[in-house]
Structures are given as structure tokens and as C-alpha cells.
């Protein structure tokens, strides 16, 4: 049932400090703050590890590989499902393989996983619907604990599957010997933190309903991030595009002069996923590119970020202060709204938009 909600898209975005709270202390220990060991899940000796789904599914997986390279310094590729089936992929000794699937139905990952099964690599299945095919079918299954979701577009499967992810990378971090006990404290008691802190962000809600109503007018919308902010682009591009049917894009920052900028005119909403990370210079002056030819800036960011982007962004919505590990799942929780409510001004069927379903089981 939607209770005061409208829409369950809107409840499902509400509903997200409990379900990655849910997720993360499946995977952490909240007293030792240490990840759990997963029973036949062992990192040591991958050699690399295939993370494969499809639309948002495969956002969070590409956002995670950032993290094993960084917290574990494995090799990750990230591929959608339908492209991975049939390129003939290489598979290589030390493979550990993941499918990442809210309804554990989708068609072309379910064949993915098979045709990874059949060439004898591991197989983990990170799902939310426990008796799913793909989640049967998986060597092992690592569950998000998001509970049903009934909006067709995909908010609390996301960042559960994000939560989950993190956890799972500090567990590769700590195998492989690239996370000391205070590194792995430190990540752990962050995710700990995040639900409280997607409350504060929800908060925001208000002010993204105001940039919703303008943006509500616009054509086209692009989305510019940078590192783990870029897929996170990508996500919050899709979420506008399936609910607004406004077009939208999401670019690498630095990519923009390798071709987007030339899409920059008067008054285009850019989007710029802008935490004070270790590359905020250069997303900074990507705002700056884009702001000095006319873009109407909306800087998502938080409150150090906010204070640098003072003048130089016209519209700033600030999120409170997150680490590597939960800035996505905070950010994620903005462009959620800033979607849902543009949507909301436009009149759509925010929970059944046109031509889509829930769960893809043809290809
Ligand atoms: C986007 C969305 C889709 C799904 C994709 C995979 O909001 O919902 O892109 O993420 O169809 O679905 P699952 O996760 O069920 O395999």
C-alpha cells in the first residue's frame, strides 16, 4: 500500500534510509565494524571479477567497480547483459562472475549467468527477490534487503544493491590485503552512518521540487559527472528519461570537450553531480565550461562543495557531507526526486510509465 504517498515511487524513494540501514547490517557487523565473511565467497584469488546487469542494475555495478579497484585493487568489468551474452566473452582462470538483478527474472541476465555457469566460473547472484530463476540458478546469492518494489522504476533496489556492493568490496579490500583493520572500521562505520544521513538528504526534497518545476519545460536535460559520479549520471539520466520522457543525458565530465559541449546553449539544465571529493577541481571547472556558455547549472553537492560553487553554479542543492563509499546512495536520493517531481509536474504515470515493465523477461 502507497499510505500518504501518491505514488509507490515516492514511498520507495522514502523508504530508502530503512532499506540500506536493512542491507548494510546484513553484510557489517555494527559492534566489530567489520564486514561479515560470506561463506564460498572468497576474493584472495580472483583475478578479476565480471559484474554484468541491465539498465539500473548495471549502474550500480559500474559505480562498484571504482570501489574494488580502489579498496581491493581488483579488476572489475562491467558489462550489460544483452551485449555480454553475445560477444563472445573471455572468460579467464580466477574469474569470479556477479549478476546483478532486481527481479532475479531478466532475461538477458539469467542467459549471461548460464553461459558464464557453463564455462565453469563462479557465479553470485546479487538479487532482491529470493526465489527468483537467477537467484536458483546461482552458485551463490547475495541478497539486497530492499522488499518488493512495485514502481516501475527502480529507486530502493538501487541503492540497496549500492549498500550491498560497498560491503562486498571492503570483504575483496580486507581479503586481499589492501584494507588494514582501521581502513575497514573507517568504511564500515561510514555505511553505518548512511541512513541517517539519506534522512538529511530526503530533506532536501522541498527545494528539488522547485528546480523540478522548471526543469519540467525543457526537452533535453544533461547530466555531468565525474569517476563513480559518472555512472550515477548515467542512473539519474535514465530515471528522468523513463518518467518524464523529458530526453536526458549523462556524460563523463571530462568528456564534454570531446564532444557534448556542443550541445551547451542558453538556458540548457546541466545537472552536475558535484560532492568536495579529491576531483572536485575538475568537476568545478567543468561547471565552469558550461556555466560561461549559457547552461543553467544545477550543482548537486554538499556543504563544502556549496560554498566553492558559490556564483559559479546558479542553482545548488546541498546533501550533507558523505565518504566514497555513501555519496552515490545520497546522491542517488536527489536525482530520485528531482525525476519523480518533474514527472509529477508533467502529468505522467510515474509508476507505470508507457512502454516499460517491471520485469524484462524477453529479450
Ligand atoms: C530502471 C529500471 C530498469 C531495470 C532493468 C533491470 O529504473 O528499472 O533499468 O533496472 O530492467 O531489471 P532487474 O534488476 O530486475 O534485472
Known amino acids: 500500500e502507497k499510505g500518504n504517498h501518491r505514488h509507490f515511487m515516492e514511498k520507495e524513494i522514502h523508504e530508502q534510509p530503512e532499506v540500506i540501514g536493512r542491507t548494510v547490517s546484513h553484510y557489517a557487523d555494527a559492534f566489530e565494524n567489520s564486514v561479515h565473511e560470506i561463506a564460498g565467497l572468497d576474493f584472495r584469488s580472483a583475478s578479476r571479477l565480471i559484474i554484468v546487469g541491465c539498465g539500473t542494475a548495471a549502474y550500480a555495478g559500474e559505480i562498484s567497480r571504482y570501489w574494488f579497484g580502489s579498496l581491493a585493487r581488483l579488476a572489475v568489468e562491467v558489462d550489460i547483459a544483452s551485449e555480454f551474452r553475445y560477444r563472445d566473452p573471455v572468460f579467464l582462470p580466477g574469474d569470479i562472475a556477479l549478476f546483478i538483478s532486481q527481479s532475479g527474472e531478466t532475461a ?27 537467484a536458483r540458478e546461482a552458485s551463490l546469492v547475495v541478497p539486497t534487503l530492499a522488499g518488493p518494489e512495485i514502481g516501475v522504476a527502480s529507486t530502493k533496489a538501487f541503492t540497496s544493491q549500492l549498500s550491498a556492493l560497498a560491503c562486498l568490496a571492503v570483504l575483496a579490500g580486507r581479503h586481499r590485503g589492501h584494507l588494514d583493520r582501521a581502513q575497514e572500521a573507517g568504511h564500515v562505520v561510514s555505511l553505518l552512518a548512511s541512513p541517517g544521513l539519506m534522512v538529511k538528504a530526503l530533506e532536501r526534497e522541498g527545494e528539488i521540487e522547485a528546480l523540478a518545476q522548471e526543469i519540467a519545460s525543457h526537452p533535453t536535460v544533461l547530466y555531468l559527472g565525474r569517476n563513480q559520479n559518472f555512472p550515477l549520471a548515467l542512473e539519474a539520466a535514465l530515471k ?73 553554479a546558479a542553482s545548488i542543492i546541498t546533501l550533507p557531507k558523505g565518504s ?27 509508476d507505470q510509465p508507457r512502454n516499460l515493465a517491471k520485469s524484462v523477461t524477453v529479450e
Open 240 to 312: 528522468l528519461k523513463e518518467i518524464s520522457y523529458i530526453h536526458a543525458e549523462g556524460y563523463a565530465a571530462g568528456e564534454l570537450k570531446h564532444g557534448p559541449i556542443a550541445l551547451i546553449e542558453e538556458g540548457l539544465p546541466v545537472i552536475v553531480i558535484a560532492p568536495h571529493d579529491a576531483l572536485f577541481d575538475k568537476t568545478r571547472s567543468s561547471i565552469q565550461q558550461v556555466a560561461s556558455r549559457g547552461a543553467h547549472v544545477i550543482a548537486i553537492t554538499d556543504p563544502e562543495g556549496a560554498r566553492a560553487l558559490e556564483g559559479e
Open 324 to 350: 566514497q563509499l555513501t555519496n552515490p546512495l545520497l546522491f542517488a536520493s536527489a536525482v530520485q526526486l528531482l525525476a519523480y517531481h518533474v514527472a509529477v509536474y508533467k502529468g505522467t504515470d510515474v
Open 108 to 134: 538477458d541476465t539469467l542467459e549471461a549467468m548460464r553461459l558464464a555457469a557453463a564455462a565453469g566460473v563462479q557465479t553470485l547472484a546479487l538479487v532482491n527477490t529470493p526465489h527468483s530463476t537467477i
